[in-house]
């Protein structure tokens, strides 16, 4: 099951990625609504599943793991520029020089970079045999949705700086292909190494917090003016929070 999962969450990217491409008059609205939803049913996939299980096997020293992760994510934005959770989100169609973060093709680099990391941290867990059977098909499905938009994010800053169409969809192949990456990297230590499967417990906190840092920013720094939650952004975050409780019904 683990390799469909990977599969799945590598189609999602390329699709979310794709998008751009394809059809340039993606609506703000849409846009917000959707990070909103993501983003409120990674915090339940965190919450419900990821916390309990470290702090079951770490005790109290996994809150130290966590709030490291969760300045680790901040110090990532400095290459990523927040494209994780949709900060400088703006629809191609109003002029593309002028997207909300005013990249150059040197800095392009920084963002891929930035992103992939990110990318790669979130593959990690994925590679971890978890006591509870329904965290991982949860974790996945909270990366999976994850991946939608930020792939699509990319791409949009990525077309707005005018790369060749051959050049993008070969970054978004590549990109789409680090979560799966990471994932199968740490469940092949894990299989090759027993101190690994310590070592996966405190990145698995690590990985937790810095969930709790892209998901609550969604929330404020996704589309509205002055980071405000509109009723569609409510809405959009109670259903994810929801869809979300419901994994606790998986079997465990």
């Avoid at 045999?129 to 938009?149: E, F, N, R, V, W």
């Avoid at 740490?186 to 499967?197: T, W």
Wanted: no cysteine; aromatic share 10%.
């Amino acid at each position: 099951m683990r390799g469909i999962y990977l599969l799945l969450i590598f189609v999602a990217a390329l699709a979310g990625g794709a998008v751009p491409l394809w059809h340039r008059h993606i609506r703000r609205e849409t846009m917000t609504y959707l990070l909103t939803f993501t983003g409120a049913f990674l915090l339940g996939i965190t919450v419900l599943h990821l916390l309990p299980e470290s702090f079951e096997a770490l005790g109290k020293t996994a809150g130290l793991y966590m709030l490291a992760g969760f300045f680790l994510q901040v110090f990532l934005q400095r290459w990523s520029h927040g494209l994780e959770h949709g900060h400088g989100y703006t629809p191609v169609e109003n002029k593309e020089r002028e997207t909300a973060l005013a990249v150059s093709h040197g800095s392009a680099l920084s963002l891929i970079v930035g992103l992939s990391v990110h990318a790669f941290m979130a593959g990690l867990p994925l590679g971890f045999t978890y006591q509870d059977l329904s965290t991982l098909p949860s974790l996945a499905l909270g990366i999976l949705l994850h991946k939608m938009p930020e792939a699509l994010t990319l791409m949009t800053m990525l077309v707005a700086l005018q790369f060749s169409r051959k050049k993008n969809w070969l970054l978004l192949v590549l990109f789409s292909l680090v979560t799966p990456a990471g994932a199968l990297l740490a469940f092949g230590l894990n299989l090759h190494f027993g101190f690994m499967d310590t070592l996966l417990l405190y990145i698995i906190a690590v990985v937790a917090g810095a969930f709790l840092h892209i998901s609550t920013t969604i929330f404020f720094e996704s589309g509205t003016r002055h980071h405000e939650l509109n009723r569609g952004k409510i809405i959009s975050m109670i259903i994810g929070l929801v869809m979300s409780s419901l994994t606790l019904l998986f079997p465990s």
